[in-house]
Structures are given as C-alpha cells and as structure tokens.
C-alpha cells in the first residue's frame, strides 16, 4: 500500500495539483488581509481568524475539493492507464484508496497552510495599513482546532467528489456536481437541513449551537469514511473506472 501511495504522489508531480494546494489557502490569506485594510472598525484576531476559516469552509474549501479530485482522477483518465494499473497482481481497491489518502492528506495540508498563513495576512495587513491594528493575539490551538474539525467535516465532501472524479473518465460530470453543490450550499446556508449537506457541512463547524456543530462533524467525517468505503468497494467491481 506505501508504494501505490508514493506512486500517486510521484505522478502529482506533473500536474497541476501542488499549485492549486499552494495557491487555495494563499488566495484566502491574501483576501482577508485586503479585507483588513478595507475595514473601518477594529478587529481583533479571533474575530480576523473566524472570518477567514469561515471564507474557507464556505467557499474555497469545496471548489478546491472540486478541482483537486478531479486532477487527481484525472492523471489516470487522462493518459488512459487504467487498463494497465488493473491489470498488475495488486488489488484493485489499493489504487483507489491510495486516492482517496492522497486527497485527503493534501486538503489536511492545506488547511496546516492556512493556520500559518492567516497570522502572516494579518500582519500585513497592519503594516500596509497602519491604522487597521489588529487587537488581542493570534490563538494558534484555537485556529488550528477550529481548522481540524472542519477538515474532519469535509470528509463526506471528499468521498462524494472523489467517488464522481473516478466513476466518470470526463471531468465535466464532477466539476457539474462541485459547482451545483456549492450553488445549492448557498441557497442552504440558513436552512436546518443544512448541517447534513455535505457541502455545508465543513461550514457548520462555525455555528453557534454546539450541538449543531458537533452533529454536522461527525455527519461529515463518519458519512465520509462510510462513502469512502462504498466508493471502494464499487470501484473495485469495474474492469475499468470508466467502463
């Protein structure tokens, strides 16, 4: 299993997928900097931290999900090498889950990223507007936790795009899927049914009721490694992910 991952990785390296996971966290850092300097009331960090995890979650998180799964699939649909991969005396199951590992350690990633990037914004945001100080201090565990539970949540999301991104060698069917989820998610947003849409769900860590945040998680992370085996275990039927 060690090898098929550090394959997956190795074909990563000639794609696309590394820009993206260094581009998504960095798009949102420098957004709330520029949001920072805009703003006309003080801010302390907490609240400068929340907006931004909740400008990841709400948004970026499930359009990067979106692109990364489908390159990610698309390494293999591309070049057509499916046929070749299945054919080894390595159980079929291995390649996908493989994936779906490599996925979900690169959003984990991403969201590491993040925690170390928003205090980096936050200080040039100050410095490239003076009177835009930011008060009280960063909160690290506090971040990174709130940060975690929300990667914990995207788990659901992780599986159904992945799942998409294999079962259909065009990208398109995925990229309609991530794009009419995250349209749905908006409409969605204040609805109590929201906590258990996957594409919410990462948002709903944010949410003031304690039992609602916990109840969207574990929906999230314990939905997603149930798809995740459904996912394996569907794929590994196929000749092919695309037959």
Same mark, same amino acid.
């Given at each position: ?98 994936? !779906? #590992? ?5 959003? *984990? +990633? =991403? ?8 205090? %980096? /914004? ?82 709903? !860590? #944010? ?5 609602? *945040? +916990? =109840? ?8 997603? %490694? /149930? ?17």
């Amino acid at each position: 299993m060690i090898r098929v991952i550090h394959s997956e990785f190795a074909k990563l390296k000639r794609s696309l997928v590394l820009l993206l996971c260094a581009a998504a966290p960095t798009m949102v850092a420098l957004l709330s900097a520029v949001m920072l300097m805009d703003r006309d009331k003080p801010t302390t960090w907490p609240m400068f931290a929340m907006g931004s995890a909740a400008m990841w979650s709400y948004f970026m998180l499930p359009m990067t999900v979106t692109a990364l799964t489908i390159l990610v699939a698309q390494v293999d649909h591309g070049p057509k090498a499916w046929n070749h991969l299945l054919a080894l005396p390595v159980p079929r199951w291995r390649y996908y889950a493989a994936k !779906a #590992l490599v996925v979900a350690f690169l959003v *984990a +990633a =991403m969201s590491v990223a993040l925690v170390v990037l928003l205090p %980096l /914004a936050g200080y040039a945001g100050e410095a490239l507007a003076p009177g835009r100080q930011l008060t009280g201090s960063f909160g690290w565990a506090e971040t990174g936790w709130l940060l975690a539970r929300m990667f914990a949540g995207s788990l659901l999301l992780i599986a159904i795009q992945l799942w998409a991104a294999l079962r259909f060698r065009s990208f398109v069917p995925p990229l309609v899927i991530g794009i009419g989820g995250t349209f749905v998610a908006v409409a969605a947003t204040a609805s109590k049914q929201g906590a258990f849409f996957p594409w919410l769900i990462p948002t709903n !860590a #944010l949410a003031s009721d304690p039992v609602r *945040a +916990a =109840m969207a998680i574990q929906v999230g992370l314990y939905g997603g %490694l /149930a798809a995740g085996l459904l996912m394996l275990i569907d794929m590994a039927r196929k000749e092919s992910p695309a037959s």
